[in-house]
């Protein structure tokens, strides 16, 4: 491996630099959810970012006390029901793999994997509705399929706790339009990376990787072992 980091827009990183940014970033993740009983909903895909960002949290975590790890930590998964076959094997052993590990491991994680309403699928809304084919301008099965589910289990866990903060792992480097939304909800921030959702109250939204670029996310990946014993 070079000295260099290399591709993206964002500025290059030296390894050095990188891993300095790993360890400060450990320490504010530990920091965050010591300081209150907020708890936290991580929404992963179980694509590159978002198992980064559960892999980054679960090393985080780990490395405190038993007796600190006292808040539970929901990691949600949304399967839409015609998700191609492969990869709802592989997300369905992923979350298996994580739970015995989180057992094992005595973790604090919690993983859950929702589904949208039975109004609000695929093949309701295209036959039973007569919607209109998906397509560039109007994709309504992302918001009924994917958005909704999740907003409902946020939802709940407000009613019950009050507040949420939200993990994603969003990205700068990933498109333009990406960066224009993540620097215009960065107006309202508690602190560094946790920004207002502007879907729902009493949820913040906690960005860690928001400034990494797609090579040191496939780095983090490849150099540093996967906790729950997945294979990145």
């Not at 992963?44 to 980064?52: E, I």
């Not at 709802?88 to 094992?104: D, G, P, Y």
């Not at 109004?119 to 036959?127: K, Q, S, Y």
Request: aromatic share 8%; net charge positive.
């Amino acid at each position: 491996m070079t000295d260099t980091l290399k591709s993206d827009k964002s500025p290059i990183r030296t390894i050095a630099e990188f891993v300095e940014d790993l360890n400060y970033l450990t320490q504010e993740i530990q920091e965050l959810y010591c300081a209150d009983t907020i708890p936290w909903v991580v929404g992963v895909s179980w694509g590159k970012d978002s198992t980064s960002i559960l892999q980054l949290i679960w090393n985080a975590i780990a490395a405190l006390p038993l007796e600190k790890r006292n808040k539970t930590i929901h990691i949600i998964t949304t399967d839409t029901f015609v998700e191609n076959p492969i990869v709802s094997t592989w997300v369905r052993r992923c979350i298996r793999q994580l739970t015995e590990a989180a057992k094992q491991q005595q973790m604090p994680v919690k993983s859950h994997l929702l589904h949208p309403e039975v109004d609000a699928t695929f093949w309701v809304c295209l036959i039973g509705k007569g919607y209109p084919a998906p397509r560039r301008g109007f994709r309504w099965c992302t918001d009924r399929m994917k958005i909704q589910p999740v907003n409902n289990f946020i939802r709940n866990l407000v009613r019950v706790h009050c507040e949420t903060i939200v993990v994603l792992g969003i990205r700068k480097a990933e498109s333009q339009a990406r960066a224009i939304a993540m620097k215009k909800h960065e107006i309202g921030r508690v602190r560094d990376r946790l920004s207002p959702n502007g879907r729902l109250i009493n949820s913040l939204i906690y960005t860690p990787i928001e400034d990494w670029r797609t090579d040191e996310v496939w780095m983090y990946l490849m150099q540093w072992e996967n906790p729950w014993g997945g294979d990145n």
